[in-house]
Protein backbone atom coordinates (compact mmCIF):
# COMPACT_ATOMS: atom_id res chain seq x y z
CA UNK A 1 0.00 0.00 0.00
CA UNK A 2 1.66 3.33 -1.36
CA UNK A 3 -0.18 5.25 1.54
CA UNK A 4 1.86 3.15 3.99
CA UNK A 5 4.98 3.21 2.38
CA UNK A 6 5.51 6.45 1.32
CA UNK A 7 7.85 9.02 3.24
CA UNK A 8 8.98 6.39 5.42
CA UNK A 9 12.05 4.41 3.30
CA UNK A 10 9.79 1.23 3.09
CA UNK A 11 10.12 -1.53 2.45
CA UNK A 12 13.12 -1.27 4.12
CA UNK A 13 16.32 -2.64 2.06
CA UNK A 14 16.08 -6.34 3.70
CA UNK A 15 12.68 -6.97 2.36
CA UNK A 16 11.46 -8.31 -0.92
CA UNK A 17 8.00 -8.01 -2.25
CA UNK A 18 6.11 -10.34 -4.69
CA UNK A 19 2.85 -9.89 -6.07
CA UNK A 20 -0.46 -9.46 -4.62
CA UNK A 21 -2.61 -12.72 -5.25
CA UNK A 22 -5.28 -11.01 -6.91
CA UNK A 23 -6.29 -12.55 -9.82
CA UNK A 24 -9.00 -10.21 -11.34
CA UNK A 25 -6.54 -7.43 -11.27
CA UNK A 26 -3.15 -9.40 -11.71
CA UNK A 27 -4.35 -12.35 -14.24
CA UNK A 28 -3.10 -11.71 -17.95
CA UNK A 29 -5.90 -11.99 -20.68
CA UNK A 30 -6.87 -15.25 -21.08
CA UNK A 31 -5.14 -16.73 -18.30
CA UNK A 32 -6.95 -19.28 -16.07
CA UNK A 33 -6.77 -19.07 -12.16
CA UNK A 34 -4.61 -22.15 -12.32
CA UNK A 35 -2.41 -20.62 -14.58
CA UNK A 36 -2.19 -18.05 -12.94
CA UNK A 37 -1.31 -19.19 -9.65
CA UNK A 38 1.29 -21.42 -11.22
CA UNK A 39 2.66 -17.79 -12.48
CA UNK A 40 3.12 -16.44 -9.24
CA UNK A 41 4.52 -19.11 -7.71
CA UNK A 42 7.31 -19.10 -10.80
CA UNK A 43 8.22 -15.53 -9.79
CA UNK A 44 8.61 -16.31 -5.97
CA UNK A 45 10.84 -19.24 -6.84
CA UNK A 46 12.64 -16.76 -8.96
CA UNK A 47 13.04 -14.04 -6.49
CA UNK A 48 14.19 -16.40 -3.72
CA UNK A 49 17.16 -18.09 -6.30
CA UNK A 50 18.05 -14.84 -7.21
CA UNK A 51 18.39 -13.78 -3.45
CA UNK A 52 19.91 -16.93 -2.34
CA UNK A 53 17.78 -18.99 -0.70
CA UNK A 54 20.15 -19.37 1.92
CA UNK A 55 19.17 -15.11 2.45
CA UNK A 56 15.76 -15.32 2.98
CA UNK A 57 14.46 -15.83 6.38
CA UNK A 58 10.43 -16.16 6.07
CA UNK A 59 7.68 -15.03 4.05
CA UNK A 60 5.02 -12.95 5.28
CA UNK A 61 1.82 -12.79 4.23
CA UNK A 62 -2.22 -12.93 5.26
CA UNK A 63 -4.53 -15.27 4.27
CA UNK A 64 -6.80 -12.35 3.26
CA UNK A 65 -4.76 -9.21 2.50
CA UNK A 66 -7.45 -6.96 4.91
CA UNK A 67 -6.28 -3.14 4.73
CA UNK A 68 -4.76 -4.00 0.76
CA UNK A 69 -7.85 -4.51 -0.64
CA UNK A 70 -9.94 -7.38 1.28
CA UNK A 71 -8.44 -9.06 -1.57
CA UNK A 72 -9.50 -13.31 -1.97
CA UNK A 73 -6.38 -15.54 -2.99
CA UNK A 74 -7.04 -17.62 -5.76
CA UNK A 75 -7.75 -21.39 -5.64
CA UNK A 76 -4.19 -23.21 -4.86
CA UNK A 77 -2.04 -19.77 -4.21
CA UNK A 78 -0.97 -21.24 -0.41
CA UNK A 79 -0.31 -24.76 -1.33
CA UNK A 80 1.57 -23.61 -4.77
CA UNK A 81 3.85 -21.48 -2.45
CA UNK A 82 4.33 -23.20 0.13
CA UNK A 83 5.69 -25.92 -2.07
CA UNK A 84 8.21 -22.76 -2.94
CA UNK A 85 8.89 -22.22 0.53
CA UNK A 86 8.80 -25.28 1.90
CA UNK A 87 11.54 -26.73 -1.23
CA UNK A 88 14.02 -24.27 0.17
CA UNK A 89 13.66 -24.76 3.51
CA UNK A 90 11.98 -20.93 4.07
CA UNK A 91 9.50 -20.36 6.62
CA UNK A 92 6.18 -18.89 6.88
CA UNK A 93 4.77 -16.05 9.03
CA UNK A 94 0.81 -16.33 8.68
CA UNK A 95 -0.64 -12.81 9.64
CA UNK A 96 -3.87 -14.08 11.33
CA UNK A 97 -4.73 -10.46 13.04
CA UNK A 98 -7.75 -10.14 10.31
CA UNK A 99 -8.70 -13.58 9.79
CA UNK A 100 -8.11 -15.70 13.12
CA UNK A 101 -10.87 -17.02 14.87
CA UNK A 102 -13.51 -17.62 12.73
CA UNK A 103 -13.78 -14.67 10.00
CA UNK A 104 -12.94 -17.20 7.11
CA UNK A 105 -15.33 -20.49 9.14
CA UNK A 106 -12.21 -21.79 10.95
CA UNK A 107 -10.54 -20.93 13.37
CA UNK A 108 -7.70 -19.54 11.26
CA UNK A 109 -7.03 -18.33 7.90
CA UNK A 110 -4.20 -20.83 7.46
CA UNK A 111 -6.49 -23.81 8.01
CA UNK A 112 -9.46 -22.61 5.31
CA UNK A 113 -6.43 -22.18 3.01
CA UNK A 114 -4.90 -25.44 3.96
CA UNK A 115 -1.13 -24.12 4.31
CA UNK A 116 0.62 -24.53 7.93
CA UNK A 117 2.83 -21.88 8.75
CA UNK A 118 5.73 -21.54 11.43
CA UNK A 119 4.61 -18.23 13.03
CA UNK A 120 1.48 -16.73 13.27
CA UNK A 121 0.51 -13.32 14.72
CA UNK A 122 -2.89 -12.78 16.52
CA UNK A 123 -5.08 -9.85 17.55
CA UNK A 124 -8.36 -8.33 17.06
CA UNK A 125 -10.64 -11.22 17.81
CA UNK A 126 -8.15 -12.35 20.31
CA UNK A 127 -9.94 -10.53 22.61
CA UNK A 128 -12.87 -9.60 21.04
CA UNK A 129 -11.81 -6.16 20.61
CA UNK A 130 -12.63 -5.95 24.47
CA UNK A 131 -9.11 -4.52 25.23
CA UNK A 132 -5.98 -4.27 23.19
CA UNK A 133 -4.08 -7.69 23.04
CA UNK A 134 -2.01 -9.88 20.72
CA UNK A 135 0.32 -12.33 20.64
CA UNK A 136 2.75 -14.76 18.30
CA UNK A 137 2.80 -18.69 18.46
CA UNK A 138 5.78 -19.83 17.34
CA UNK A 139 6.44 -23.74 15.76
CA UNK A 140 8.13 -26.06 18.27
CA UNK A 141 11.02 -25.85 16.37
CA UNK A 142 11.30 -22.28 16.52
CA UNK A 143 10.29 -22.01 20.37
CA UNK A 144 13.26 -24.59 21.18
CA UNK A 145 15.70 -22.27 18.98
CA UNK A 146 14.42 -19.70 21.17
CA UNK A 147 14.49 -21.30 24.45
CA UNK A 148 18.02 -22.48 23.57
CA UNK A 149 19.13 -19.21 23.25
CA UNK A 150 17.79 -17.77 25.94
CA UNK A 151 19.30 -20.45 28.35
CA UNK A 152 22.66 -19.67 26.72
CA UNK A 153 22.48 -15.64 27.46
CA UNK A 154 20.92 -15.97 30.86
CA UNK A 155 17.75 -14.35 29.71
CA UNK A 156 14.98 -13.91 27.48
CA UNK A 157 15.42 -10.30 27.30
CA UNK A 158 13.01 -9.28 24.29
CA UNK A 159 9.99 -8.95 26.23
CA UNK A 160 7.56 -5.44 26.15
CA UNK A 161 6.27 -3.45 28.94
CA UNK A 162 3.19 -5.15 28.85
CA UNK A 163 3.95 -8.60 28.31
CA UNK A 164 1.46 -10.99 29.16
CA UNK A 165 -0.43 -8.80 31.11
CA UNK A 166 -2.88 -10.59 33.44
CA UNK A 167 -6.30 -8.43 32.43
CA UNK A 168 -5.56 -8.61 28.38
CA UNK A 169 -4.67 -12.52 29.22
CA UNK A 170 -8.06 -13.02 31.36
CA UNK A 171 -10.02 -11.72 28.38
CA UNK A 172 -8.28 -13.29 26.08
CA UNK A 173 -9.24 -16.85 27.57
CA UNK A 174 -12.75 -15.43 28.40
CA UNK A 175 -12.99 -14.54 24.69
CA UNK A 176 -11.69 -18.30 23.61
CA UNK A 177 -13.98 -20.09 26.03
CA UNK A 178 -17.22 -18.09 24.91
CA UNK A 179 -16.32 -18.71 21.02
CA UNK A 180 -16.22 -22.02 21.42
CA UNK A 181 -19.09 -22.50 24.45
CA UNK A 182 -21.76 -20.77 21.34
CA UNK A 183 -19.53 -22.41 18.62
CA UNK A 184 -19.14 -19.36 16.62
CA UNK A 185 -16.97 -20.89 14.05
CA UNK A 186 -19.86 -23.01 13.69
CA UNK A 187 -22.00 -20.31 13.27
CA UNK A 188 -19.94 -18.54 10.71
CA UNK A 189 -20.10 -21.47 8.35
CA UNK A 190 -23.44 -21.53 8.55
CA UNK A 191 -24.76 -18.13 7.92
CA UNK A 192 -21.34 -17.70 5.27
CA UNK A 193 -23.45 -19.32 2.45
CA UNK A 194 -26.36 -16.65 2.33
CA UNK A 195 -23.45 -13.72 2.76
CA UNK A 196 -22.13 -15.08 -0.23
CA UNK A 197 -24.80 -15.14 -2.33
CA UNK A 198 -25.54 -11.74 -1.32
CA UNK A 199 -22.49 -10.53 -2.43
CA UNK A 200 -22.92 -12.53 -5.47
CA UNK A 201 -25.65 -10.19 -6.51
CA UNK A 202 -24.57 -7.18 -5.89
CA UNK A 203 -22.97 -7.89 -9.29
CA UNK A 204 -26.16 -6.47 -10.33
CA UNK A 205 -24.96 -2.73 -10.18
CA UNK A 206 -22.94 -1.91 -12.77
CA UNK A 207 -20.30 -0.02 -10.45
CA UNK A 208 -19.07 -3.47 -8.98
CA UNK A 209 -16.74 -5.27 -11.39
CA UNK A 210 -15.93 -7.87 -8.69
CA UNK A 211 -17.23 -9.10 -5.36
CA UNK A 212 -15.58 -12.00 -3.62
CA UNK A 213 -15.55 -13.22 0.11
CA UNK A 214 -15.07 -16.14 2.41
CA UNK A 215 -16.51 -16.59 5.47
CA UNK A 216 -18.11 -13.57 6.81
CA UNK A 217 -15.48 -11.52 4.92
CA UNK A 218 -15.69 -9.98 1.22
CA UNK A 219 -14.15 -7.11 -0.94
CA UNK A 220 -16.01 -5.79 -3.71
CA UNK A 221 -14.26 -3.20 -6.44
CA UNK A 222 -16.25 -0.03 -8.12
CA UNK A 223 -14.78 0.53 -11.41
CA UNK A 224 -15.76 2.98 -14.36
CA UNK A 225 -16.46 0.38 -17.21
CA UNK A 226 -16.97 -3.50 -16.38
CA UNK A 227 -15.86 -4.39 -19.37
CA UNK A 228 -12.36 -3.41 -19.25
CA UNK A 229 -12.12 -3.12 -15.60
CA UNK A 230 -11.08 0.44 -16.05
CA UNK A 231 -10.37 2.20 -12.85
CA UNK A 232 -12.05 5.58 -12.01
CA UNK A 233 -9.72 8.25 -11.03
CA UNK A 234 -8.85 8.67 -7.46
CA UNK A 235 -9.47 11.95 -7.30
CA UNK A 236 -13.10 11.07 -8.22
CA UNK A 237 -13.52 9.64 -4.87
CA UNK A 238 -16.29 7.09 -6.06
CA UNK A 239 -14.83 4.59 -2.78
CA UNK A 240 -15.72 7.04 -0.61
CA UNK A 241 -19.16 8.65 -1.42
CA UNK A 242 -20.09 5.03 -1.73
CA UNK A 243 -19.11 4.86 2.02
CA UNK A 244 -21.16 7.97 3.14
CA UNK A 245 -24.24 6.76 0.85
CA UNK A 246 -24.19 3.48 2.60
CA UNK A 247 -23.79 5.68 5.72
CA UNK A 248 -26.72 7.53 5.33
CA UNK A 249 -28.35 4.34 4.99
CA UNK A 250 -27.24 2.99 8.41
CA UNK A 251 -24.78 1.03 6.96
CA UNK A 252 -20.56 1.36 8.34
CA UNK A 253 -18.34 -0.45 5.31
CA UNK A 254 -14.78 0.27 5.02
CA UNK A 255 -13.74 2.22 1.80
CA UNK A 256 -9.93 0.91 0.60
CA UNK A 257 -7.88 2.45 -1.97
CA UNK A 258 -8.26 2.16 -5.41
CA UNK A 259 -11.97 2.56 -4.71
CA UNK A 260 -12.53 -0.80 -3.01
CA UNK A 261 -14.88 -1.51 -0.37
CA UNK A 262 -14.50 -4.13 2.49
CA UNK A 263 -17.55 -5.86 4.29
CA UNK A 264 -16.61 -7.33 7.82
CA UNK A 265 -19.59 -7.64 9.76
CA UNK A 266 -19.67 -9.37 13.66
CA UNK A 267 -19.45 -12.65 13.71
CA UNK A 268 -22.80 -13.57 15.59
CA UNK A 269 -24.73 -11.74 12.37
CA UNK A 270 -28.15 -13.70 11.81
CA UNK A 271 -29.20 -14.56 8.47
CA UNK A 272 -31.96 -11.97 8.91
CA UNK A 273 -29.36 -9.53 9.53
CA UNK A 274 -27.58 -10.34 6.84
CA UNK A 275 -30.01 -9.92 4.23
CA UNK A 276 -30.90 -6.44 6.01
CA UNK A 277 -27.01 -5.76 5.56
CA UNK A 278 -27.46 -5.98 1.86
CA UNK A 279 -30.70 -4.94 1.43
CA UNK A 280 -28.72 -1.25 2.70
CA UNK A 281 -25.81 -1.92 0.63
CA UNK A 282 -27.57 -2.32 -2.46
CA UNK A 283 -29.39 1.14 -1.79
CA UNK A 284 -26.22 2.95 -0.73
CA UNK A 285 -25.04 1.59 -4.31
CA UNK A 286 -27.72 2.38 -6.33
CA UNK A 287 -27.40 5.95 -4.79
CA UNK A 288 -24.01 5.84 -5.59
CA UNK A 289 -24.92 4.99 -9.10
CA UNK A 290 -27.42 7.63 -9.68
CA UNK A 291 -24.36 10.16 -8.37
CA UNK A 292 -21.50 8.85 -10.81
CA UNK A 293 -24.15 9.06 -13.13
CA UNK A 294 -25.23 12.93 -12.65
CA UNK A 295 -21.20 13.43 -12.68
CA UNK A 296 -20.59 11.67 -15.58
CA UNK A 297 -18.60 9.53 -13.92
CA UNK A 298 -20.32 6.44 -16.16
Not at 162 to 180: D, M, N, R, W
Request: charge should be negative; aromatic fraction near 8%; hydrophobic fraction near 45%.
Amino acid sequence: MDIIQDGFDAPLGFARQVSAPHYYRGAQAGESEADYVARLAAELEALIVAEGPETVAAMFAEPVMGAGGAMIPPAGYFPAIMNVLNRHGIGMIDDEVVCGFGRTGKWFGCQTYDYQPDSMSLAKALSSAYVPTSAVLLSPELSEIVESEAKRIGTLGHGFTYTGHPVASAVALKTIEIYQRRDIVGHVRKVAPLFAARLRKLMDNPLVGDAQGVGLLAGLELVADRKTKARFAASAGVGPACGRYCLKEGLVIRPLNDDRLAICPPLIITEAEINELFDRFERGLRKTLDWATREKLV
